[in-house]
Each structure stands twice: as structure tokens, then as C-alpha cells.
Nanobody, 116 residues
């Protein structure tokens, strides 16, 4: 069984920044793809950003230029640097990992609230 633990969420004012972390309990070297998703109240879960084992990234149009996804395989951790935050970024953010041989896993989520 694999566990993904997110951290770094919280309350921030519009225009502020936060960095989310996702720590995996199994080696990140065996992860094909990691990603961040978010779900706002009353809305479906949506993909925010993803990064492959080769380092290729993609982003939702709504966060391009403001969010940066990265991973540190030596620390089995993925990050999401979020800058210029907007109220519409408010959501629960989930970490996702697709392992080559062990399947797909989700974290428990971390709340991000952007409000003045």
C-alpha cells in the first residue's frame, strides 16, 4: 500500500503564494506520473498540473504562468508552487501518483483558501 501525504495548504490573501508538498511512502523513482488536482465546493475535481518521470509538465490553462509543479525523487516528494493566487483557486488540493507496477493513489487533500 502506498500513502501520499499533502501539506502546505492554508489561508492566503489574493496575490499571495503557497507551496504544497506531497510526500510518497514508496520510492518516487517508480512513479510514472504525479499530479495535483483540486475540487471546489459544488464542482467536479479537476486537473491542475502534472509531471512525468521524465520531467515533462502540463498545466490547466487557468494556472499557467502562476503555478509550477516539480518533483524531488531523492526525497520522494512532489511540490506545487502557487503564486499570484486568486479567490477562484480556493479548493481542496489532492495529490495523485501513478506507479509503474503498484497502481494509482490519492492523498487525503489539503485545503487552500484565498480570501481577504
Amino acid at each position: 500500500q502506498v500513502q501520499l501525504v499533502e501539506s502546505g495548504g492554508g489561508l492566503v490573501q489574493p496575490g499571495g503564494s503557497l507551496r504544497l508538498s506531497c510526500a510518497a511512502s514508496r520510492s518516487a523513482f517508480s512513479i510514472a506520473r504525479m499530479g495535483w488536482y483540486r475540487q471546489a465546493p459544488g464542482k467536479q475535481r479537476e486537473s491542475v498540473a502534472a509531471i512525468t518521470s521524465g520531467g515533462s509538465t502540463n498545466y490547466a490553462d487557468s494556472v499557467k504562468g502562476r503555478f509550477t509543479i516539480s518533483r524531488d525523487n531523492a526525497k520522494d516528494t512532489m511540490y506545487l508552487q502557487m503564486n499570484s493566487l486568486k479567490p477562484e483557486d480556493t479548493a481542496v488540493y489532492y495529490c495523485n501518483a501513478l506507479y509503474y507496477f503498484f497502481g494509482e493513489y490519492w492523498g487525503q487533500g489539503t485545503q487552500v483558501t484565498v480570501s481577504s
